[in-house]
């Protein structure tokens, strides 16, 4: 089971030796995306993928869905960014609204946050009740392993940095007028509640952690480093995804 406290914050690789693997891995991913697909590989579609990233805020999210995303065609995978939910989404279950950005067989979708919202902001900030957050772990372990049997590869992570390095980070968009954007008053305020979010990152891990889709947590401290790691991660569970679904990943090397 995932834990924050295991995580080696010092892992770490050269931005030389990053770019090196990030390009093979990327090589790789669209291979294997390909005949998901059906584009490569006898045209028999594969198993639907879904890429769920949460973790702390400037930890790295949006440069390792780059990385995910930017050797694949746009037409073949889909990126959703979930806020704070509407009005209208405020009237259902706090599931239904995620339902729409979900992939069919073949397809491949990247979640920038998720369901998990309900047991880390709402649940901190107080958007939900007690009851709501608490009982919101098992609905979200059912509505997952649901959407595995269906043959869905649900990968899960959670990019960890120090309270340090966050804080450090923050700071530099503050000072870079092409980033500031990112900084809001919510950050800062997210920032002086970290030991909440602590516990309630922990009681995540814990609660929702299951065979299906275990939770994997990247140490994000080091950029470079925390995008290998997401590439590799991702390409693990779709080659055992496929061989799951009865389809054997493609060697494309070694076949030219």
């Known amino acids: 089971m995932a834990a924050l406290d295991d995580v080696d914050l010092s892992a770490k690789l050269s931005a030389a ?17 390909l005949q ?11 198993p639907p993928v879904c890429v769920v990233f949460e973790g702390w805020d400037a930890a790295g999210k949006g440069g390792a869905i780059r990385r995910l995303t930017g050797p694949l065609d746009p037409r073949h995978v889909s990126v959703a960014e979930f806020a704070a939910p509407t009005p209208r989404e405020k009237r259902h279950h706090f599931l239904w609204r995620f339902w729409p950005a979900l992939p069919g067989w073949g397809g491949m979708t990247v979640l920038d946050r998720s369901w998990y919202g309900r047991v880390l902001v709402e649940r901190v900030e107080g958007f939900a009740t007690e009851p709501e957050w608490r009982r ?6 059912s509505f997952e392993q649901g959407l595995c049997r269906e043959g869905m590869v649900l990968v899960k992570f959670w990019l960890h940095v120090s309270e340090a390095e966050q804080l450090r980070r923050f ?4 000072r870079d007028p092409l980033k500031r954007w990112k900084l809001t008053d919510e950050d800062w305020r997210n920032l002086a509640h970290r030991a909440d979010y602590e516990r309630a990152v922990g009681d995540m891990l814990r609660k929702t952690d299951h065979e299906a889709s275990p939770w994997t947590v990247i ?26 679904s009865g389809l054997e990943p493609l060697d494309v090397e070694a076949a030219l």
């Not at 770019?19 to 090589?27: D, F, N, T």
């Not at 998901?36 to 594969?46: A, F, K, S, T, V």
């Not at 919101?136 to 372990?141: F, H, L, M, R, S």
């Not at 700071?171 to 503050?174: L, P, S, T, V, Y």
Request: hydrophobic share 45%; glycine share 10%; with cysteine.
């Open 136 to 141: 919101a772990y098992d609905e979200i372990v």
């Open 36 to 46: 998901c697909g059906g584009l490569i590989g006898g045209g028999r579609l594969g």
């Open 171 to 174: 700071r530099a968009r503050e």
């Open 219 to 244: 140490a994000a401290e080091n950029k470079p480093h925390a995008r290998v790691a997401v590439l590799q991660a991702v390409i693990d569970r779709i080659e055992r995804g496929l061989k799951a």
């Open 17 to 33: 030796e990053s770019a090196r693997r990030v390009e093979a891995a990327q090589r790789r991913l669209l291979a294997l995306r």
